[in-house]
């Protein structure tokens, strides 16, 4: 029941502002929506660890929320509430002046919705072909909302999305094929044997090897590319930037991990199935990538989205980097992580929408810089979540990061720990540098001090609250989701 | 217990299968869009036949569905669409890929040969047909290389339909009774809202830079 | 070691009537091997009377700083005396610091002179400290190191104790180190106290002054007080060089016998030194001033060769 | 009283009160003296089971804790007044915030008993001085200055994480008590990268060369007050840091440690007094001065380590008692300096000593409180800079005798640059305090400059006691240092240390030398009659008159005519030529003579050559390497599609 309705609720939410006429009812809709998912989501949580460890199932199986299904609810509970606040006056403003037209606004909020359900279904179904159809259903209902803004340049990162996400979903489901193939006949079953995960995992020994290992690549290359890691992030950058923000927002709080969480149901089931360290040195060794690629392109970046982006990249790859280590410190790190940075990126995507809509330009060097003059509130939030998200204390991010690296020299991965205290420390001076050059100056020759509207304070600080919250305080129970969730990704639940 | 293979019909799945490899050839080496769409449609049309063949034999019904479901989606509806797109938006017929024909005929060949390296130490679970892995893989490699090798955005949106061509190949080919129904019925239907999605896109660009060379979409770098 | 008053006041009253009869030794000396007759050997005396009797003109720009200058030359050349030993081997103020501690006294007196020279405003002054602050940076490391190798050698840095190890048996006279240690601490003993070949104290012209051109804006008691300093200062590095090198005569306990003794052996030694110094100055031109450093750093190298060599020679 | 102005009183208050508090805490438990066992325990409840916010005050962080909590008082109490200069142009409540801030997570640094919050409280000092340095954030050079700070102390923060975890991954624990000693668990190359990662970690912090570049752009642009707690606090966490590792952790040192440590020390401390000779930005001068108090800290440490080695605990606990001295000593005398220059900053609104002069008639307090700094770093007698560098001296010599290795020679080698760097010390000082306080002033600015503001002088005055009290009563000074050298290196060595009741200084012997400032001090005023007396008789009858100074008979003297702050440092300049590499270019127009220019226009820049040799360059291929990776996302469908594929196909070929 409660999966139930924390599937249809998006679902119908999104229905329902196909046929809403006043634009308050979308809006209040979108939020109230969002709201009542996060609310779910909680009760999710609740209720995974209330029958510890063992999964709730709904409709026969079809459904499935283990910890790690529930961890990722809330993710997505947390960040399209806040995106769903902050799009309310965005969109105002931009309807306002007439960046978009009323057809696009209605998309907007027809859109998102389905975002959501898209990504909830990813993580609560349990076949994995259903999990594939869901993806499909998020790159579909993203793609329009990049593209919403029909400028030149969101046209090509659209088209670029779509078909780099596409080609990867036709590798993705070429490997969940062959994942299924592989249970065939392995089974000793006359019927049709289950698609379902949790089956697939229980005789995941039996599965085929070589069909098993064929599989793996074709997903990690497939849901890798969805996932934004190296060298498949290319269409990253183009499309977080292109995006109106609470879009870019919801695409690299949460679907990039959405993307990895497919990946890890296969990683999970390789591992079961091949007992040998391939698909952990694999994530390792993409996730490291990511991190060393995403330093240089921070360092000389001209924009902040896709300066943002960059760093989106950097942080999938520590978490991709953090489960190959696959040591328990390492794991719940990684989750750790995902939830921090879940609750950081958004703030700056807002910010950098606020700066869009007063300066229209991300471009630095046209901005100037003095931002803590021009426009006060924002540059402070902005800085915040900056110190944030390039790990430094009092925010968690530097917490799970040293987990992680602490961890991992504790599984003698030294040399892993130094790489990536390398790249974080390219990517901050790159951030630092840029950020600073951003708030920091004289700020003359700007606009007129922005207009602050409530929604946009509460849509920033609502989520920065929440992380100082969860830095200062990690709640038992939240722990303990957390570490059953690293006990599944490490096989050992 | 695994259902016994009825020999005929595994030879022709084989021989199917290959045809349809052999198409997948033809279209890159083929200059002509229109005619791409109809390799296409054929193409798809040899893979309903294969799960006809697979629903018949072995008296899957929910295989026949699926050819069914193929045909229209992918032997009529697609096609269609496509063909209507590329007269909307009126583009020259001529195809100019990066690679020339030769080139690229060599390229096909060698992947063709990976695919079956690749696939060789699976073969022996191939139930329904011999070398259908191979097959597959090599439909998706050369598909994947289509899609590079082509300029024109419809040109990428057919190569990716040839890969999911591949990939479904493997679907009925190598599961013994296809994949469960709602997967598979997702699957497609997914694949059609895709080509619709990528047909509005493919539209807008069409209109905001009046070229279909995707190659010229590079304003967005580093 | 102990602090007896007596001495205290003697080595005081002994820096003080003494040191401005070397100055004046030294002027005659160098007069008389210039073959003039230069001045009387009691002239200093007069010139300090003199001084202390004339007014003063203090600059109207110079602050509370300039005062300051002359009376801490004083003071600082006359504690630095006392922690030397003269007449015994037991310098009174011993106890209160040796080697380090002298240098550093010395240090504090030519820190306030060279402000004293750039309070008044004037160019000359300016150039006189800078150059004065130059020099020293390069003398007293060099100084700093000849004592480091006597002080290695005796295990302590107190000079009484110095001169009580060098007196032991055992101990060579003519250990090359401390034969190269002597030459480093005699030509910053050129440069400490003024002496050509690095500056000329009998010069008038301002450019080519070094110390003399700081203390152009003094006058009067103030420039006694200076001058006064300048010869205890001479005579108490005149006094070390003798002493801790040729520890001859020096009684390790007091009495008056002893102190009569050592006070011959002081003068003998003094006037000694006082005669090198004086051929030094009369067979040598001025240098350039930017070929002091070379000299000094001559004299650096030196000393680190002395202080290698004792490393090498034990 | 309006509202900014209220907070900033408010802030710096409090700052003044826990200042006071801490020093009082830190007395405490290092006047119960080395037998008392530290206070400890948990700060707050942990989060996460691993991380664990302990604290722990033994004689090293009680010994840090008061030189933090000393100067935190004493700068707070100058910031009240300082502030105000700010009313109404920025928010100086925001000063007082993020300096609150930085004085807690100093303190929580240096009492920290776990790695974790150890380093959550390096990095947040990092976060929090980058926020006072760029402060001012309007000028460029300002900016830059803090992203220069920033991004060196996170590449500290780095290294000194690798490190912590080198020594985690021996441990397995946390806590520094796991830690003690664990050196002797890990292999002998692991113990050296560690080594050598905290040296370059801390070093940064503490600004040794060649790691010291940000130390001069950073202290000069930020606040006076700020510039002072950095140059006085900051980078001697540098040296906690150093020493708790080397002394505690790190187990017993192989020679090369020690060797390494004073080579960087003497160094640093030659480099940093030449370059700050150099300088006519008094800030910069001050800056370049911390650098090479650092070294000589450094050679207390490397003296110390080297005795660790050579098996003579009771020299080590000597030499480190000296490096500690030094520690605490420049905390005082370079506040004070900072503090002073902040005075006159603030009243000339120039950085620059070439537009001073004549201000000790025109704020004579502030130049006695400069001048009793500036001798006191001199290592002048009697104050405190020349105690605690006699007490390196010392250590220096008796380390000579300490082995029959060749390596000996280094102390007394180390010794000479001692010497010479001292001797620099006073010319620069001679050139910084004349220059800018004496003779005529240079500009408008000085000319009607004022006195500092009452607190701003109260501030100082309380560092000035600090440095007389410390110069005046070492003895009593060492007794408190017993803690730190009996838990560093087992011994207890105050009562060798004290003679005559403590009036006199001894170095562990009678016989190895004994210096006693407070004696000087006496003897000086037993003298001082002496010149009096001769007054009294001969010069009754003396006059003194002001007169102008003399001019070589031309009308009068302009400030144009004295001696400048380049002109004084010119011989040094020409002697160290071949270092410093001055970039001259001269200008003169004359008639018919260039001998007899009409007008001369003369400009001399130094670089240094550590940013010209090894910064510069490597910015510059970073950036140029970070431009040739960036042509990979050139924006082409097809290439992106291109990598894809390849690397499916590597994975096919090689994943199979």
């Given at each position: 029941?409660?999966?139930?309705?924390?599937?249809?609720?998006?679902?119908?939410?999104?229905?329902?502002?196909?046929?809403?006429?006043?634009?308050?009812?979308?809006?209040?809709?979108?939020?109230?929506?969002?709201?009542?998912?996060?609310?779910?989501?909680?009760?999710?949580?609740?209720?995974?660890?209330?029958?510890?460890?063992?999964?709730?199932?709904?409709?026969?199986?079809?459904?499935?929320?283990?910890?790690?299904?529930?961890?990722?609810?809330?993710?997505?509970?947390?960040?399209?509430?806040?995106?769903?606040?902050?799009?309310?006056?965005?969109?105002?403003?931009?309807?306002?002046?007439?960046?978009?037209?009323?057809?696009?606004?209605?998309?907007?909020?027809?859109?998102?919705?389905?975002?959501?359900?898209?990504?909830?279904?990813?993580?609560?179904?349990?076949?994995?072909?259903?999990?594939?159809?869901?993806?499909?259903?998020?790159?579909?209902?993203?793609?329009?909302?990049?593209?919403?803004?029909?400028?030149?340049?969101?046209?090509?990162?659209?088209?670029?999305?779509?078909?780099?996400?596409?080609?990867?979903?036709?590798?993705?489901?070429?490997?969940?094929?062959?994942?299924?193939?592989?249970?065939?006949?392995?089974?000793?079953?006359?019927?049709?044997?289950?698609?379902?995960?949790?089956?697939?995992?229980?005789?995941?020994?039996?599965?085929?090897?070589?069909?098993?290992?064929?599989?793996?690549?074709?997903?990690?290359?497939?849901?890798?590319?969805?996932?934004?890691?190296?060298?498949?992030?290319?269409?990253?950058?183009?499309?977080?930037?292109?995006?109106?923000?609470?879009?870019?927002?919801?695409?690299?709080?949460?679907?990039?991990?959405?993307?990895?969480?497919?990946?890890?149901?296969?990683?999970?089931?390789?591992?079961?199935?091949?007992?040998?360290?391939?698909?952990?040195?694999?994530?390792?060794?993409?996730?490291?990538?990511?991190?060393?690629?995403?330093?240089?392109?921070?360092?000389?970046?001209?924009?902040?989205?896709?300066?943002?982006?960059?760093?989106?990249?950097?942080?999938?790859?520590?978490?991709?980097?953090?489960?190959?280590?696959?040591?328990?410190?390492?794991?719940?790190?990684?989750?750790?992580?995902?939830?921090?940075?879940?609750?950081?990126?958004?703030?700056?995507?807002?910010?950098?929408?606020?700066?869009?809509?007063?300066?229209?330009?991300?471009?630095?060097?046209?901005?100037?810089?003095?931002?803590?003059?021009?426009?006060?509130?924002?540059?402070?939030?902005?800085?915040?979540?900056?110190?944030?998200?390039?790990?430094?204390?009092?925010?968690?991010?530097?917490?799970?990061?040293?987990?992680?690296?602490?961890?991992?020299?504790?599984?003698?991965?030294?040399?892993?720990?130094?790489?990536?205290?390398?790249?974080?420390?390219?990517?901050?001076?790159?951030?630092?540098?840029?950020?600073?050059?951003?708030?920091?100056?004289?700020?003359?020759?700007?606009?007129?001090?922005?207009?602050?509207?409530?929604?946009?304070?509460?849509?920033?600080?609502?989520?920065?609250?929440?992380?100082?919250?969860?830095?200062?305080?990690?709640?038992?129970?939240?722990r303990q989701l957390m570490e059953q969730a690293s006990g599944i990704i490490r096989g050992t639940p | 217990m695994i259902p016994s293979v009825i020999p005929t019909a595994s030879n022709l799945i084989t021989l199917l299968a290959s045809a349809m490899l052999v198409l997948q050839l033809l279209l890159a080496v083929q200059s002509m869009l229109i005619t791409n769409i109809r390799l296409f449609a054929l193409q798809s049309l040899l893979l309903a036949a294969i799960a006809g063949v697979v629903g018949y034999a072995y008296g899957a019904w929910h295989v026949l569905v699926l050819a069914v479901l193929t045909v229209l989606g992918k032997v009529i509806f697609l096609p269609w669409r496509l063909q209507q797109l590329v007269r909307q938006i009126k583009i020259e017929q001529e195809i100019r890929p990066f690679v020339n024909m030769s080139a690229s005929m060599l390229i096909c060949g060698a992947l063709t040969v990976l695919a079956h390296v690749v696939a060789r130490p699976i073969t022996s679970l191939e139930r329904l047909g011999s070398n259908t892995l191979a097959v597959a893989i090599a439909l998706v490699l050369t598909g994947f290389f289509l899609m590079i090798n082509r300029r024109k955005a419809v040109t990428q949106v057919l190569a990716i339909l040839t890969m999911e061509n591949g990939v479904m190949l493997a679907a009925i080919a190598l599961t013994t009774y296809g994949m469960p129904l709602v997967v598979e019925i997702g699957i497609l239907f997914d694949v059609v809202v895709a080509v619709m999605v990528l047909g509005i896109l493919v539209f807008r660009i069409r209109e905001t830079f009046s070229s279909m060379d995707v190659s010229k979409l590079n304003e967005l770098k580093w | 070691m102990s602090l007896d008053p007596t001495s205290f006041i003697a080595q005081t009253v002994l820096l003080l009537l003494l040191s401005p009869l070397l100055s004046g030794f030294i002027k005659k000396a160098k007069a008389r091997l210039q073959n003039r007759r230069g001045p009387p050997l009691w002239q200093t005396y007069f010139d300090l009377l003199k001084f202390l009797r004339k007014d003063m003109v203090i600059s109207e720009h110079a602050s509370w700083v300039f005062p300051l200058a002359p009376h801490l030359m004083f003071l600082t050349s006359l504690a630095a005396g006392l922690l030397v030993p003269m007449v015994t081997a037991q310098a009174p103020m011993g106890l209160f610091g040796g080697a380090l501690a002298l240098v550093g006294l010395l240090a504090l007196g030519r820190f306030f002179l060279a402000l004293g020279g750039l309070d008044p405003a004037s160019a000359f002054g300016g150039m006189g400290s800078s150059r004065e602050m130059t020099l020293s940076a390069i003398a007293e490391p060099a100084m700093m190191l000849a004592i480091f190798t006597l002080a290695i050698s005796a295990g302590s840095t107190n000079l009484g104790q110095i001169v009580l190890a060098s007196q032991q048996p055992g101990w060579k006279f003519l250990d090359p180190s401390h034969a190269l240690a002597f030459i480093a601490m005699f030509i910053v003993l050129l440069a400490e106290t003024g002496r050509l070949p690095v500056d000329n104290p009998a010069t008038h012209l301002e450019l080519t002054m070094i110390h003399e051109a700081m203390l152009l804006e003094y006058s009067g008691r103030y420039l006694a007080l200076i001058e006064w300093g300048a010869s205890i200062k001479q005579m108490v590095l005149m006094t070390l060089l003798a002493n801790i090198f040729f520890p001859v005569g020096l009684a390790a306990k007091t009495s008056a016998a002893t102190f009569g003794l050592g006070l011959l052996y002081l003068t003998a030694k003094l006037i000694l030194l006082g005669g090198v110094v004086v051929v030094v100055e009369t067979t040598n031109a001025k240098m350039r001033l930017f070929r002091v450093p070379d000299l000094l750093s001559v004299a650096f190298i030196l000393a680190m060769l002395a202080l290698v060599s004792t490393f090498l020679f034990r | 009283m309006r509202r900014p102005q209220l907070a900033a009183a408010l802030s710096f208050g409090a700052a003044a009160l826990s200042g006071l508090i801490g020093l009082l805490a830190a007395l405490l438990c290092l006047g119960n003296g080395p037998s008392a066992p530290p206070w400890h325990g948990e700060l707050i409840p942990s989060l996460i089971p691993y991380i664990r916010f302990s604290a722990r005050l033994d004689g090293l962080g009680a010994f840090f804790l008061m030189l933090v909590s000393l100067l935190g008082c004493a700068i707070s109490i100058y910031s009240l007044d300082y502030t105000k200069a700010y009313l109404?142009?920025?928010?100086?409540?925001?000063?007082?915030?993020?300096?609150?801030?930085?004085?807690?997570?100093?303190?929580?640094?240096?009492?920290?008993?776990?790695?974790?919050?150890?380093?959550?409280?390096?990095?947040?000092?990092?976060?929090?001085?980058?926020?006072?340095?760029?402060?001012?954030?309007?000028?460029?050079?300002?900016?830059?200055?803090?992203?220069?700070?920033?991004?060196?102390?996170?590449?500290?923060?780095?290294?000194?994480?690798?490190?912590?975890?080198?020594?985690?991954?021996?441990?397995?624990?946390?806590?520094?008590?796991?830690?003690?000693?664990?050196?002797?668990?890990?292999?002998?190359?692991?113990?050296?990268?560690?080594?050598?990662?905290?040296?370059?970690?801390?070093?940064?912090?503490?600004?040794?060369?060649?790691?010291?570049?940000?130390?001069?752009?950073?202290?000069?642009?930020?606040?006076?007050?700020?510039?002072?707690?950095?140059?006085?606090?900051?980078?001697?966490?540098?040296?906690?840091?150093?020493?708790?590792?080397?002394?505690?952790?790190?187990?017993?040192?192989?020679?090369?440690?020690?060797?390494?440590?004073?080579?960087?020390?003497?160094?640093?401390?030659?480099?940093?007094?030449?370059?700050?000779?150099?300088?006519?930005?008094?800030?910069?001068?001050?800056?370049?001065?911390?650098?090479?108090?650092?070294?000589?800290?450094?050679?207390?440490?490397?003296?110390?380590?080297?005795?660790?080695?050579?098996?003579?605990?009771?020299?080590?606990?000597?030499?480190?008692?000296?490096?500690?001295?030094?520690?605490?000593?420049?905390?005082?005398?370079?506040?004070?300096?900072?503090?002073?220059?902040?005075?006159?900053?603030?009243?000339?609104?120039?950085?620059?000593?070439?537009?001073?002069?004549?201000?000790?008639?025109?704020?004579?307090?502030?130049?006695?409180?400069?001048?009793?700094?500036?001798?006191?770093?001199?290592?002048?007698?009697?104050?405190?800079?020349?105690?605690?560098?006699?007490?390196?001296?010392?250590?220096?010599?008796?380390?000579?005798?300490?082995?029959?290795?060749?390596?000996?020679?280094?102390?007394?080698?180390?010794?000479?640059?001692?010497?010479?760097?001292?001797?620099?010390?006073?010319?620069?000082?001679?050139?910084?305090?004349?220059?800018?306080?004496?003779?005529?002033?240079?500009?408008?600015?000085?000319?009607?400059?004022?006195?500092?503001?009452?607190?701003?002088?109260?501030?100082?005055?309380?560092?000035?006691?600090?440095?007389?009290?410390?110069?005046?009563?070492?003895?009593?000074?060492?007794?408190?240092?017993?803690?730190?050298?009996?838990?560093?290196?087992?011994?207890?060595?105050?009562?060798?240390?004290?003679?005559?009741?403590?009036?006199?200084?001894?170095?562990?012997?009678?016989?190895?030398?004994?210096?006693?400032?407070?004696?000087?001090?006496?003897?000086?005023?037993?003298?001082?009659?002496?010149?009096?007396?001769?007054?009294?008789?001969?010069?009754?009858?003396?006059?003194?008159?002001?007169?102008?100074?003399?001019?070589?008979?031309?009308?009068?003297?302009?400030p144009q005519m004295e001696y400048t702050a380049t002109g004084f440092s010119k011989p040094i300049r020409m002697i160290f030529k071949a270092l410093f590499r001055p970039r001259r270019d001269t200008q003169r127009e004359y008639d018919f003579s260039p001998y007899f220019a009409t007008n001369i226009r003369f400009e001399s820049h130094i670089e240094e050559v550590f940013v010209k040799r090894l910064y510069r360059p490597l910015r510059i291929s970073i950036v140029r390497v970070s431009r040739k990776i960036r042509a990979l996302q050139a924006g082409s469908i097809h290439a992106y599609l291109l990598y894809i594929f390849i690397t499916l196909l590597l994975l096919l070929i090689f994943a199979l």
């Open positions: 029941m409660l999966l139930t309705s924390i599937l249809c609720l998006p679902l119908a939410v999104g229905l329902a502002c196909l046929f809403a006429r006043p634009r308050k009812v979308l809006e209040f809709l979108n939020v109230a929506g969002c709201g009542v998912v996060l609310g779910l989501a909680v009760q999710l949580c609740r209720a995974v660890l209330a029958n510890n460890g063992a999964a709730v199932t709904a409709w026969g199986e079809f459904l499935r929320a283990d910890a790690l299904s529930a961890w990722m609810t809330l993710l997505i509970g947390i960040v399209s509430l806040a995106s769903s606040i902050y799009a309310v006056p965005y969109f105002r403003r931009d309807l306002a002046e007439g960046i978009v037209t009323e057809r696009r606004f209605r998309q907007f909020y027809v859109l998102s919705p389905f975002f959501t359900f898209g990504m909830v279904l990813v993580v609560l179904a349990n076949s994995l072909g259903v999990m594939w159809i869901a993806v499909e259903a998020v790159a579909l209902s993203s793609v329009l909302l990049v593209a919403l803004y029909n400028r030149r340049t969101s046209l090509e990162a659209a088209w670029k999305y779509v078909i780099l996400g596409g080609l990867g979903l036709v590798l993705a489901l070429f490997g969940t094929i062959l994942t299924y193939a592989a249970a065939i006949g392995k089974t000793g079953e006359a019927t049709m044997p289950s698609f379902n995960w949790s089956r697939l995992l229980a005789q995941a020994p039996q599965l085929d090897h070589h069909l098993m290992t064929l599989a793996f690549v074709f997903v990690l290359v497939g849901y890798g590319t969805k996932a934004g890691l190296a060298p498949m992030h290319t269409w990253l950058p183009d499309a977080h930037s292109e995006a109106p923000s609470p879009t870019s927002a919801m695409l690299s709080g949460v679907s990039l991990k959405i993307a990895i969480y497919a990946l890890l149901r296969f990683h999970i089931l390789a591992t079961a199935c091949l007992g040998s360290g391939l698909t952990r040195n694999l994530l390792l060794g993409f996730g490291l990538g990511s991190m060393l690629l995403a330093g240089p392109f921070i360092l000389v970046q001209k924009n902040l989205k896709r300066m943002l982006a960059y760093s989106s990249l950097e942080h999938v790859g520590l978490i991709c980097a953090a489960i190959g280590m696959n040591a328990p410190l390492t794991v719940f790190g990684a989750l750790l992580h995902m939830g921090y940075h879940s609750l950081a990126k958004p703030v700056l995507f807002f910010a950098a929408g606020n700066i869009q809509q007063q300066y229209h330009t991300l471009d630095f060097r046209r901005i100037g810089g003095g931002l803590a003059r021009t426009m006060p509130v924002t540059a402070l939030l902005l800085g915040l979540a900056a110190v944030a998200v390039s790990g430094l204390p009092p925010f968690g991010l530097f917490v799970s990061e040293l987990t992680v690296i602490s961890a991992g020299f504790t599984a003698h991965y030294v040399w892993v720990g130094i790489i990536m205290l390398a790249a974080l420390i390219v990517v901050f001076c790159g951030l630092l540098n840029k950020i600073a050059g951003l708030l920091l100056g004289k700020g003359d020759g700007g606009p007129a001090r922005e207009s602050v509207s409530a929604g946009r304070v509460l849509a920033m600080s609502l989520p920065l609250g929440t992380l100082l919250l969860f830095s200062a305080w990690l709640p038992g129970s939240l | - | - | 109404g142009r920025k928010n100086a409540g925001v000063l007082g915030a993020f300096f609150n801030a930085l004085l807690l997570v100093t303190t929580l640094a240096v009492v920290a008993d776990n790695i974790w919050l150890f380093l959550i409280a390096w990095e947040l000092m990092a976060l929090t001085a980058y926020c006072l340095v760029s402060f001012e954030h309007e000028q460029p050079e300002t900016r830059q200055a803090g992203v220069l700070f920033f991004i060196m102390s996170h590449i500290d923060a780095g290294c000194i994480i690798l490190g912590f975890l080198l020594l985690f991954q021996a441990s397995g624990d946390f806590s520094f008590d796991s830690l003690r000693d664990v050196g002797a668990k890990m292999s002998a190359g692991k113990r050296d990268a560690a080594f050598v990662l905290f040296l370059l970690g801390f070093g940064i912090k503490a600004g040794v060369v060649p790691l010291h570049i940000w130390l001069p752009a950073a202290h000069p642009v930020a606040p006076s007050n700020v510039s002072a707690l950095m140059s006085g606090v900051l980078i001697k966490t540098g040296i906690y840091g150093l020493t708790r590792v080397c002394f505690e952790f790190l187990g017993p040192p192989p020679l090369w440690w020690g060797v390494t440590v004073l080579a960087v020390g003497t160094v640093s401390a030659v480099l940093g007094v030449l370059y700050a000779l150099m300088e006519h930005d008094l800030k910069r001068l001050l800056a370049y001065h911390s650098i090479e108090n650092i070294g000589i800290i450094l050679m207390g440490l490397g003296a110390a380590l080297l005795f660790q080695f050579f098996g003579h605990p009771v020299l080590a606990a000597f030499s480190l008692v000296a490096g500690m001295y030094h520690t605490i000593n420049h905390a005082a005398f370079k506040g004070l300096l900072f503090l002073g220059a902040g005075a006159v900053v603030h009243s000339t609104h120039t950085r620059n000593m070439e537009e001073m002069g004549g201000l000790a008639k025109r704020m004579p307090e502030t130049a006695f409180y400069f001048l009793i700094g500036a001798v006191a770093i001199s290592a002048l007698p009697p104050l405190n800079g020349f105690v605690s560098e006699w007490l390196t001296y010392q250590a220096l010599l008796q380390g000579f005798g300490a082995s029959d290795s060749l390596w000996r020679l280094v102390f007394p080698l180390s010794g000479a640059m001692l010497a010479l760097t001292g001797a620099l010390a006073a010319a620069c000082f001679v050139k910084a305090f004349g220059i800018t306080f004496l003779a005529q002033p240079r500009s408008d600015a000085a000319r009607n400059a004022r006195e500092a503001a009452p607190s701003m002088r109260i501030g100082m005055a309380l560092l000035t006691a600090a440095c007389l009290l410390l110069g005046f009563f070492p003895t009593t000074f060492v007794r408190l240092l017993d803690p730190l050298t009996q838990q560093l290196t087992g011994q207890q060595i105050s009562a060798q240390l004290s003679l005559n009741s403590g009036l006199v200084l001894a170095s562990l012997s009678e016989k190895a030398g004994t210096v006693s400032t407070l004696g000087m001090v006496l003897m000086g005023l037993c003298l001082l009659p002496i010149p009096f007396a001769l007054w009294l008789v001969l010069a009754r009858k003396a006059k003194t008159r002001r007169g102008p100074t003399w001019d070589c008979g031309q009308r009068g003297l302009t």
